[in-house]
């Protein structure tokens, strides 16, 4: 990060710096997750020749974002960059060390064995698929860091279990009244646009016990009409 001229906030220093191999990050909006996250997969790309890196995103348009960050972070470093953008959006070096940053909706994400790196960003918003789908992937890798980072989405998520079952995982709690670019004033008046519960989610790292999204996304499967009907107390008008 600083090569590319940003210091770096305490959080995101300690993060860049662990040598923990499983690392999980629930964070506020904006504090950096991203940028943090681009900083992590060109450091190791640089630092380790040949290295394999991986980022899923839950979009495209998110593994697009992370690529322009990602080659940002290269570029400022004057690393000789060869861009492959193809369906998996990737970034080679001359040593042969790789960044890839592949949307969860690519089924490519499957393919890949012993990586050095795999980072899942807004992995709250992940599939579960994808989040089963990574441990095959480390198997054969045992020196392999992950690094799972998001805003909170849910208590019912697989990423909610992980931050709370914990065990094996340094934690990074960030909230944004951690973070010296967002001010006491926007912070007040998103809670007054977004209602306490949301806010809470998106800038105070609370996991919601009921989730709007995903009971928008997954509506009951039965009416009650239908639950009346199969426990046979609904009355036909006919
Ligand atoms: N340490 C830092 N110093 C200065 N600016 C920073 C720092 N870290 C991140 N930023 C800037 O803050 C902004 C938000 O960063 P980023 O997009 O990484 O946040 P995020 O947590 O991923 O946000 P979102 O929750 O919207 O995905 C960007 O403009 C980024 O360049
Ligand atoms: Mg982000």
Not at 31 to 60: D, F, Q
Not at 70 to 99: I, K, M, Q, Y
């Amino acid at each position: 990060m600083e090569l590319a001229g940003v210091t770096p906030d305490p959080w995101q220093r300690q993060l860049l710096r662990s040598t923990a191999r499983r690392r999980i990050v629930v964070g506020s909006r904006q504090i950096g997750k991203s940028e943090t996250a681009a900083a992590l997969l060109s450091h190791r790309a640089l630092y380790r020749p040949g290295s394999l890196n991986l980022v899923l995103s839950p979009a495209l348009r998110q593994s697009a974002e992370l690529h322009r960050k990602v080659l940002a972070t290269l570029r400022a470093s004057g690393a000789p960059v060869d861009v492959r953008s193809e369906t998996v959006l990737s970034v080679e070096l001359a040593t042969g060390s790789r960044v890839l940053c592949i949307p969860s909706t690519e089924a490519k994400f499957r393919g890949f064995s012993a990586p050095d790196l795999v980072v899942l960003e807004e992995a709250a918003a992940l599939p579960l698929s994808a989040w089963q789908a990574v441990s095959p992937m480390l198997a054969a890798a045992p020196d392999a860091d992950l690094v799972l980072i998001s805003t909170p989405r849910g208590r019912r998520s697989w990423f909610a279990d992980v931050w709370f079952d914990g065990a094996g995982w340094e934690q990074y709690l960030v909230p944004a009244t951690d973070c010296p670019r967002i001010s006491a004033d926007f912070l007040a008046s998103e809670r007054r646009n977004l209602g306490d519960d949301i806010f809470r989610q998106e800038y105070d790292c609370h996991f919601l016990e009921a989730d709007p999204e995903l009971d928008a996304k997954n509506p009951r499967v039965f009416s009650a009409d239908a639950v009346d009907r199969l426990l046979g107390s609904h009355v036909d008008p006919l």
